[in-house]
């Protein structure tokens, strides 16, 4: 089944400790995504990548960290910098091919980080 | 970062019922994008626009790309408890990259 497989669905962060979330696609697509969302709100733009090892910040990308070494892959790590990391994180993946698609985003199952 | 003015914010409505919401900005979009997100799930995608004035369905779903392309639609007819969820919309702005602006969301419960 082609989809994007978002690992661990839950996870916990101790104080001053750094948690990588992972985001998975094989759908072939060129760009990929992550989002954060607070509880009765929308989604922000964390990171995004378009290419491999190629990556930009997004609305919110102070405390986080992405890499961009593999098309299929686009982990994020959430520092010990990142002081109120408790969300539900979203990866998404976008194919760049169509002319039409191209802005058509692909969501993950997403990762409920939690802070102990 | 710019987020779309999707309203209502919650609806309560009977089982049977038919449902509307709207997505509006002050800039313009040349696609308009509507998600539906369960509980503890990502958004799936229910419907794609791309032209003003289009009027696209999937099922007992129906949304509008508005003719000024500020806006958009999103209605379901004779509502049933699955369509309980996160309804957003997202457009995407000439210029823009690949990057979405969301809407806030609006939250469906169905009284049976």
């Known amino acids: 089944d082609g989809g994007i497989t978002q690992s661990p669905k839950y996870l916990f962060r101790k104080e001053g400790q750094n948690v990588t979330l992972s985001c998975e696609q094989n759908?072939?697509?060129?760009?990929m995504y992550w989002y954060r969302q607070d509880p009765g709100q929308g989604l922000r733009l964390i990171y995004y990548s378009q290419i491999v090892n190629d990556f930009q910040k997004g609305d919110i990308a102070e405390g986080y960290s992405v890499s961009r070494e593999k098309k299929e892959s686009f982990p994020l790590t959430v520092t010990s910098a990142q002081k109120n990391p408790t969300a539900f994180y979203l990866c998404a993946s976008s194919d760049q091919t169509g002319v039409l698609t191209k802005n058509i985003q692909y969501f993950g199952a997403g990762t409920r980080l939690s802070v102990l | 970062g710019q987020q779309l003015n999707q309203s209502p914010q919650s609806m309560f409505i009977q089982e049977g019922e038919d449902v509307s919401m709207n997505c509006t900005s002050s800039?313009?979009?040349?696609?308009w994008l509507w998600y539906k997100q369960d509980p503890g799930e990502g958004p799936v995608l229910l419907i794609a626009?791309?032209?003003?004035?289009e009027l696209t369905s999937n099922g007992r779903l129906t949304a509008q790309f508005g003719i000024t392309r500020k806006d958009s639609f999103l209605n379901i007819s004779a509502s049933i408890p699955s369509d309980v969820g996160i309804y957003f919309c997202a457009g995407h702005q000439a210029g823009g990259g690949n990057k979405l602006t969301f809407g806030t969301g609006t939250q469906l419960k169905v009284e049976l």
């Open positions: 759908l072939n697509h060129d760009a």
């Open positions: 626009l791309y032209k003003a004035g």
């Open positions: 800039s313009i979009f040349n696609t």
